[in-house]
């Protein structure tokens, strides 16, 4: 069954908005229904639920430990199990900022290389346990899965990355063809490893965003650990998902090359919406009455991006999603 958190988090830099009214598990949207007269009837109020609504004057700190630590997340997979944080919202709503924060401000910094500096914290004090870590990025830009970490030099000197394919294998996992896994035996090689795939990321300027992701950034860290005198390996990853950006077309007004990557932006972020859903009925319906009814069924194959997270949304595996918003 999938353990699933959800938390948002509002900008700490925007005004607040007189139409949402913030606690400390739910968002409550107030919006005032206007008759075709255009007479004001009784407002109308939708309620969102969270695992936690976080303050605005939370620092990347705060937010990193209750995301990531608090919920017990990070010891998990140094236990075994594949966890997965991901941000989502809409452009501009400050995912990049949270997942990846700020360049060369140590003050700043996202979860990722926060959660690389506990892992290997963590690691260090094991002594029992032959430890190996990897790193891996994969970039999805319109529907096409690219390996950041591995340029190949073209003809005319420019870098290009190679394609990777997503395969489905044996018991539904899903397997990469053409992915670097690079092997990092310590935190500075590993933090240095996630600084040079996030500055090949594809980027754009829009009239929502002046520096817009144009594709979903996976950050993931393959960790295996033996036991000494055992033969047993336990397997695990971390993916640390930032998604590109909801837009509006309509508002946005994006044409050319930007409306087709908001198209295939909006459609990828539809199909992990029906993954998400379908993983938490099966966990209302699991121990239920319901519970002898036929398996639900997942729609994974529909997108790079639920193919890639395939076995780390569902099953046993933990996942915390972060609602960014204005």
Do not use: W
């Amino acid at each position: 069954m999938a353990h699933i958190k959800v938390f948002a988090r509002p900008r700490s830099d925007v005004t607040p908005s007189d139409f949402f009214i913030l606690s400390d598990k739910t968002i409550t949207a107030q919006f005032s229904e206007v008759g075709v007269t255009g007479s004001t009837h009784h407002p109308i109020t939708y309620d969102f639920q969270f695992s936690q609504v976080f303050d605005r004057s939370l620092t990347q700190e705060q937010v990193f430990r209750r995301v990531a630590v608090d919920s017990g997340l990070l010891q998990q997979f140094i236990q075994g199990f594949n966890a997965t944080i991901f941000a989502y919202g809409q452009t501009a709503s400050g995912k990049s900022f949270t997942v990846e924060g700020k360049k060369h401000d140590l003050k700043n910094l996202g979860i990722s290389q926060r959660s690389l500096s506990y892992i290997y914290e963590c690691l260090e004090q094991r002594k029992d346990a032959n430890i190996e870590i990897q790193i891996s990025y994969i970039e999805i830009y319109q529907e096409a899965a690219y390996d950041l970490l591995n340029p190949v030099q073209g003809k005319n000197g420019a870098s290009t990355f190679p394609r990777i394919a997503v395969r489905e294998g044996a018991r539904g996992m899903s397997f990469f063809q053409n992915l670097s896994c690079i092997p990092a035996p310590n935190e500075k090689i590993a933090q240095q490893l996630f600084a040079r795939a996030v500055s090949n990321r594809q980027v754009a300027e829009t009239s929502a965003n002046l520096i817009s992701s144009r594709s979903h950034g996976i950050f993931t860290v393959y960790l295996t650990t033996q036991r000494v005198q055992s033969e047993t390996k336990t397997f695990s990853k971390l993916h640390i998902v930032d998604l590109a950006g909801s837009e509006r077309v309509s508002k946005t007004k994006a044409s050319g090359k930007v409306l087709r990557e908001a198209q295939s932006i909006n459609l990828s972020l539809h199909y992990l919406e029906q993954v998400i859903l379908a993983l938490q009925l099966e966990q209302r319906l699991c121990g239920s009455e319901k519970a002898h009814v036929r398996k639900l069924h997942i729609p994974y194959r529909n997108s790079q991006l639920t193919m890639i997270l395939r076995d780390s949304l569902g099953g046993n595996c933990v996942t915390a999603m972060i609602k960014s918003s204005p």
